[in-house]
């Protein structure tokens, strides 16, 4: 019976209109819900967000919480990507998560960038970089053999920011 709710369920949400995810908005939904492991591109292991929080809680030796998150499309490959800000103890936006759904491998890879490496993202998906003495810039990433490249873009400070959303309240803008 429980196949059956489960199975009647599915097909309402594709009936009603604004209820249907495509796949890769699932699988990051599910993710974002701890109902499903992604693959830590860091650790190469698979384990849900709860499970990285408290794994990188015991490593670094304080508290790591998600703060908030969003929903953009990095790469332009007309498939968004959700991004994940992290809490470092009582300090937000020290680092965020890029998790990405990987059609090839049928998984979700999430990488770790740190506020250095990227912040002010956009809403067309570039953000800023610093780079210390190399200098500050603006970038963008491309998937590329299943990892992320960073390629430099020119000046988006003018460009919309994206919207972050309080975590755990889930659901696509």
């Not at 369920?9 to 209109?17: Q, S, T, V």
């Not at 292991?45 to 015991?58: D, R």
């Not at 990227?118 to 953000?127: N, T, V």
Request: with cysteine; glycine share 6%.
């Amino acid at each position: 019976m429980n196949r059956t709710i489960l199975i009647f369920l599915m097909l309402l949400g594709l009936l009603i209109p604004g209820c249907s995810h495509s796949e890769p908005e699932n699988s990051l939904l599910q993710i974002l819900h701890n109902q499903t492991q992604f693959c830590s591109a860091s650790d190469q292991k698979s384990m849900t967000l709860e499970e990285y929080c408290a794994s990188e809680s015991e490593r670094k030796g304080f508290p790591i919480s998600i703060f908030q998150y969003t929903f953009v499309d990095m790469d332009h490959d007309g498939i968004q990507e959700a991004i994940v800000d992290f809490c470092f103890g009582e300090n937000d936006q020290v680092m965020c998560m890029v998790l990405k759904w990987d059609e090839v491998r049928d998984t979700v890879s999430g990488t770790e960038f740190y506020y250095r490496q990227m912040s002010r993202i956009k809403e067309d998906g570039s953000f800023a970089y610093s780079g210390g003495e190399d200098g500050d810039g603006w970038a963008r990433l491309k998937w590329d053999n299943h990892v992320w490249i960073v390629e430099t873009v020119e000046d988006s400070s003018q460009k919309t920011d994206i919207q972050w959303y309080s975590y755990p309240e889930i659901d696509l803008p």
